[in-house]
């Protein structure tokens, strides 16, 4: 998969990442058509201008890239292994040995696709006429396409460092833009997202949470951005936004947090593809999920046993058949349910989405600001958001009562409840101690370098576009 650097119509060097997948499902009330160029045309009839939308969200969910995404995030962080380590690129990523020429790298092209469909869609709709495009309709597309661009630059600042932060379809601007200060692609991060919570319904009606129509789903992503910024009262405020409307709902039982339809998913992405292999499933359960026993040993990561010792006696999370299972002797994530060899009919009885963002990181992330705040134990407090997520997993109440003492049980708390979720790498980095943990982390210990920090660009990326500089140290 690559960029198209230029041609002779001076295509959007970030615009296009070629996907191939079988078909297209429909986000809104139209099929979505072959992903193909958005032209002037497009923008000149409902339909076309919903096939773009559509376009965008298929971009933005596309399994073969988000769920590629998520499961490379294990092997950078300590929370998958593979053993023994197989002596391939996979190997050489898990046991901290990264080399720019691994062709296991993400690529961060991925991530540029739906900026390129979300920036179009805020350059076009405001001149489309009312009379083709309603304005309330209007406002709340481009609201959602603030939401897809800032949680794909969001994905790569938090990666790579400084990125090219892109708002535009400017071939010629594009083509030559040059990597952006990390801080200040951070800030058009929270001012797309704000813009997108202002736009967006704020109604509690919430019947399915695989449609971009609510603001709370934009204060759900802007508490995260905040956490990572260390902005702690808007980090809390925001959070209490979305866990104070009542459509969100902590759900009862571990085995109900990712059915489709549940209360606690604040946005989830439906499979980009049609066909067995992906109605009713999500594609990470068939990366995460081995169904062979050569699989261990070769691409499939298990939970390490540091982890899974770190569960507490009675934590419902970590019961085989919960979201952990026992396959060929060790322990592997269960949070989506069917590898590739479950049948038609398995999936159906137990659909699943790809949760995106729930309600139990969003308790997290306001019982981190409250800490930090210095709001520790009590009604209202660090304490109370950290017992919510911790009595649904069958545990008794914290007994941290310092705030060093808390933001180590939460740091622990959001391993538990978040672990194959793609958060653990970036929490390690965010509060400082992703050198003291994974430098100590027994197969990544040797090669370990501080400025892994950093994801590097693929060299075929860099080959592809010279204008662009790779991080420190690779």
């Not at 391939?88 to 993400?106: M, T």
């Not at 499979?271 to 691409?299: A, C, E, I, K, M």
Request: hydrophobic content about 40%.
């Amino acid at each position: 998969m690559k960029l198209f650097k230029k041609n002779k119509n001076k295509l959007v060097v970030f615009g296009f990442l070629l996907v191939t997948l079988s078909g297209c499902k429909k986000y809104l009330e139209i099929p979505l058509p072959v992903d193909q160029l958005a032209t002037e045309t497009a923008f000149a009839s409902r339909s076309g201008i919903d096939a773009v939308v559509n376009g965008m969200y298929n971009g933005f969910s596309a399994s073969a890239i988000r769920d590629n995404y998520i499961k490379f995030t294990y092997y950078m962080s300590d929370e998958g292994v593979i053993e023994p380590l197989p002596g391939s690129e996979i190997g050489q990523l898990i046991s901290a040995s990264i080399v720019p020429a691994n062709a296991q790298l993400v690529p961060w092209s991925w991530f540029y696709r739906p900026i390129y469909r979300a920036n179009e869609i805020i350059e076009k709709l405001p001149g489309v006429p009312a009379n083709i495009l309603p304005d309330s309709v209007k406002k709340r597309y481009i609201a959602a396409a603030k939401y897809v661009r800032a949680a794909s630059h969001l994905t790569l600042v938090s990666s790579w460092g400084d990125v090219p932060l892109i708002t535009s379809t400017s071939a010629d601007e594009n083509i030559s833009k040059p990597r952006t200060p990390a801080a200040q692609v951070y800030e058009a991060i929270v001012k797309d997202l704000q813009d997108a919570a202002a736009d967006l319904s704020a109604s509690s009606a919430v019947t399915d949470s695989r449609y971009l129509l609510k603001k709370y789903q934009a204060q759900a992503l802007l508490a995260r951005v905040y956490l990572y910024l260390g902005r702690w009262a808007e980090a809390e405020a925001a959070a209490t936004d979305v866990i104070n409307n009542s459509s969100y709902q902590l759900v009862t039982g571990v085995n109900n947090v990712f059915k489709r339809g549940s209360r606690e998913s604040i946005l989830s992405l439906g499979s980009s593809s049609t066909g067995s292999l992906f109605d009713n499933r999500v594609v990470l359960g068939w990366l995460t999920l081995p169904y062979t026993s050569s699989q261990t040993t070769t691409s499939y990561c298990a939970i390490p046993t540091t982890i899974m010792s770190t569960f507490e006696p009675g934590d419902q999370r970590a019961v085989s058949g919960n979201w952990t299972i026992t396959l060929f002797g060790k322990q592997f994530a269960n949070k989506y349910l069917h590898n590739i060899l479950a049948t038609t009919a398995a999936t159906a009885a137990n659909p699943q989405d790809y949760v995106f963002q729930r309600l139990g990181e969003v308790y997290l992330i306001r019982a981190e600001a409250r800490a930090q705040l210095g709001n520790i134990t009590g009604a209202g407090s660090a304490a109370s958001d950290l017992n919510a997520i911790r009595t649904r997993a069958g545990l008794p109440n914290t007994t941290a009562t310092t705030q060093p003492q808390m933001l180590s049980a939460i740091e622990q708390e959001r391993l538990h409840e978040l672990f194959y979720e793609g958060h653990r790498w970036y929490d390690l980095k965010r509060t400082g101690r992703l050198d003291a943990v994974l430098g100590a982390v027994s197969y990544k210990a040797a090669n370990y370098q501080p400025h892994y920090n950093l994801w590097p660009i693929p060299q075929s990326e860099l080959i592809t576009s010279p204008n662009l500089t790779q991080n420190p140290g690779y």
